[in-house]
T-cell receptor
Framework: AQSVTQLDSQVPVFEEAPVELRCNYS??????LFWYVQYPNQGLQLLLK??????LVKGINGFEAEFNKSQTSFHLRKPSVHISDTAEYFC???????????????FGKGTKLTVNP | DGGITQSPKYLFRKEGQNVTLSCEQN?????MYWYRQDPGQGLRLIYY???????QKGDIAEGYSVSREKKESFPLTVTSAQKNPTAFYLC??????????FGPGTRLTVL
């Protein structure tokens, strides 16, 4: 079964510093990967997704992620964070029906990013 | 505007009561999902439906029930059999194999 591991439950950084939020997945079949952001008491908003093609994916708010099949990783990065990036970030994976998967989206446990002034 | 709505935003329930959470979407999506979110646990799938009049259990379906009589609606009932129902509940919809759109969530508290 698909599983997603977010290695850090909390990441504190200073404003304008770079940040990397780590995500590893387990799957030997084709996989679709996603990063979502959640602000307090709100739903999830999609930051970016990898379905196929270029392994470097650019998303909203200046975030990007790189799909690394050999390391089964999909780490999220931003070169310079703002106070407004403070939120919880979720990595998620699914195996497409067309590749024998179930379309169920499996989430990591989340990483709380806190940007300090 | 297209999107997903969940109501109510906050819900309080006494022990032993059933309660139904509403989820409506006007995105014309075939698939709809219910997730439960607990602090430090991420999101766990309760039920999902890929087509009207059909749904499947997710990873933590015990104590919950759903129906999918209309494409736009996927209500979730939290029954008295759910031992620890206090949580944040998120509904989502999608076109298969693509991004999922999430509603704003319902926070359920058992008193």
């Amino acid at each position: 079964a698909q599983s997603v591991t977010q290695l850090d439950s909390q990441v504190p950084v200073f404003e304008e510093a770079p940040v990397e939020l780590r995500c590893n997945y387990s799957s030997s079949v084709s996989v679709y990967l996603f990063w979502y952001v959640q602000y307090p008491n709100q739903g999830l908003q999609l930051l970016l997704k990898y379905l196929s093609g270029s392994t470097l994916v650019k998303g909203i708010n200046g975030f990007e992620a790189e799909f690394n099949k050999s390391q089964t990783s999909f780490h999220l990065r931003k070169p310079s964070v703002h106070i407004s990036d403070t939120a919880e970030y979720f990595c998620a994976a699914t195996s497409p029906l067309t590749q024998g998967g179930s379309e169920k989206l499996v989430f990591g446990k989340g990483t709380k990013l806190t940007v300090n002034p | 505007d297209g999107g997903i709505t969940q109501s109510p935003k906050y819900l309080f329930r006494k022990e032993g009561q059933n309660v139904t959470l509403s989820c409506e979407q006007n995105l014309n999506h075939d698939a709809m999902y219910w997730y439960r979110q607990d602090p430090g646990q991420g999101l766990r799938l309760i039920y999902y439906s890929q087509i009207v009049n059909d749904f499947q259990k997710g990873d933590i379906a015990e104590g919950y029930s759903v129906s999918r009589e209309k494409k736009e609606s996927f209500p979730l009932t939290v029954t008295s059999a759910q031992k620890n129902p206090t949580a944040f509940y998120l509904c989502a919809s999608s076109v298969l194999a693509a991004r999922k759109f999430f509603g704003p969530g319902t926070r359920l508290t058992v008193l």
